[in-house]
């Protein structure tokens, strides 16, 4: 099943609910997965695609709760929160920071990173192996941190 058809049918649910926070999360994801397809290079939708599309969607709103938390507006920032519950449930699960770690110390053991120098490389196939289930920021703070 295709992640637009798990949306549809979790709208037909939520709406069936009345479950307005679930619904507008989901709304959000099916927009985003409409404009995807609709933006005129013609490339179909994969699960790599599906994973990248959700993880930007749950940044922007990280991102937007950041500054919603920063100018006291928590009217704001409880909508934002919402939103990335509901889009994390489609997100595969995310990997523990210890296993983030071991995953991190088996590629620079493969690459023979030594140095700050090899970030690049190590960040590239970590951020491949690591697909949908990390976040960016946090594999590079471990690459950092492991090659300092």
Same mark, same amino acid.
């Given at each position: 099943m295709t992640l637009e058809e798990r949306i549809i049918a979790d709208m037909k649910t939520a709406m069936k609910a009345k479950?307005?926070?679930?619904? %507008?999360? @989901? %709304? &959000? @994801?099916?927009? &985003?997965?409409?404009?995807?397809?609709?933006?005129?290079?013609?490339? #179909?939708?994969? &699960? #790599?695609? #599906? @994973?990248?599309?959700?993880q930007k969607l749950v940044k922007s709103r990280q991102d937007s709760l950041d500054i919603y938390t920063k100018q006291n507006r928590e009217d704001l920032a409880v909508t934002e929160r919402e939103e990335i519950d509901v889009i994390s449930k489609y997100l595969p699960e995310q990997l523990s920071e210890d296993e983030l770690g071991a995953l991190i110390e088996s590629i620079i053991a493969k690459t023979g990173a030594s140095s700050m120098r090899d970030m690049g490389k190590v960040m590239g196939m970590a951020n491949k192996e690591a697909a949908g289930r990390a976040d960016g920021k946090t594999i590079a703070a471990l690459v950092k941190a492991k090659l300092a």
């Open positions: 479950d307005k926070v679930s619904l %507008r999360g @989901i %709304r &959000a @994801i099916k927009s &985003a997965i409409m404009l995807q397809k609709t933006d005129g290079t013609g490339k #179909e939708l994969n &699960a #790599e695609g #599906e @994973i990248s599309l959700l």
